[in-house]
């Protein structure tokens, strides 16, 4: 058995004492989060924008831009790797790009204090960006929230099934009418 050497989380749920009203209320049930985390934000923005174009979904080969544009809404200084990215993207290779945006982030001054691994040294902003992304992606589709179909994210009716059938279960079994 080979070990990833990265951690994504399983997709859980936390029971709630009352029904979410908010989007974030119902992410925070999943990622046991602040509202303000970056992975709540995160996925708060890749719902929205999933659904805003839906029924075909949101293509996944923006995944830069996208990344970009939540962080423009927390740092300033984002604004610029955005307009840098829409320069280099038409012209160089689609791998280097990651790794030009981490040096522009550098000389940006976009950068924060690592954790576990890199703690004591500065990380560029878009890696930790790119990580929340990544877990962000994998928790949803793992609660079967979000599905990829001809490399665009949808939402997924498969999550609405699943709770409809627990509920069901939960139902008979109390009256006794299963095991």
Known sequence: MTMSSRFYPKARIEIPNQKPYTLEQFLQ???GEHPANIKVKMAKA???EVR???PRGWNSEGW???ILKVMAEEY???QYL???YDTIRWTKKKSEIPKLLE???FELGLTEEGERKAKGREVALFTIYKGAYSVVVRTLRNAKILKKVDGHYILSDEFEKILEGIAEF???WRKEKID
């Open 52 to 54: 805003s174009r839906m």
């Open 103 to 105: 040096a522009k982030c």
């Open 64 to 66: 830069i831009q996208f």
């Open 170 to 172: 939960y139902r008979y």
């Open 76 to 78: 300033e200084g984002a």
């Open 29 to 31: 049930l999943f990622f």
């Open 82 to 84: 955005l307009d840098y």
């Open 46 to 48: 890749l719902m929205e």
